[in-house]
């Protein structure tokens, strides 16, 4: 803002023209590094996975009644997953709580 005020900047037309010529060069010579490798690393994911990596997680104690806690409610959690092991391991394995990460709360 400092750096517009500066150009004389007094409106969205002028502040996007400085943006172009002026600013981003100036930003990108101050802020950018070189690569050190020149292949690209990124690779393609799945669905599924791009969906995981972009949730929020959250893990909550699961209770005996195998109920939890989440936003002020109480969650009961299908007793079916009790078929993952005995007792404890399979209220661990329970306890994580997903929120797609839509950017909404």
Do not use: Y
Request: net charge positive; aromatic share 6%; glycine share 10%.
């Amino acid at each position: 803002m400092k750096a517009m005020r500066l150009a004389g900047v007094k409106d969205i037309e002028g502040a996007n023209r400085f943006l172009d010529e002026t600013f981003l060069a100036e930003f990108d010579g101050k802020f950018s590094a070189r690569a050190r490798l020149k292949s690209d690393a990124h690779r393609a994911v799945g669905e599924a996975e791009l969906t995981r990596e972009m949730s929020e997680h959250h893990e909550r104690a699961v209770g005996r009644d195998w109920c939890v806690q989440w936003r002020g409610k109480l969650v009961r959690i299908d007793k079916r997953l009790a078929a993952l092991g005995p007792g404890r391991q399979a209220r661990d394995a329970a306890r994580t709580r997903r929120r797609p990460g839509d950017g909404k709360r």
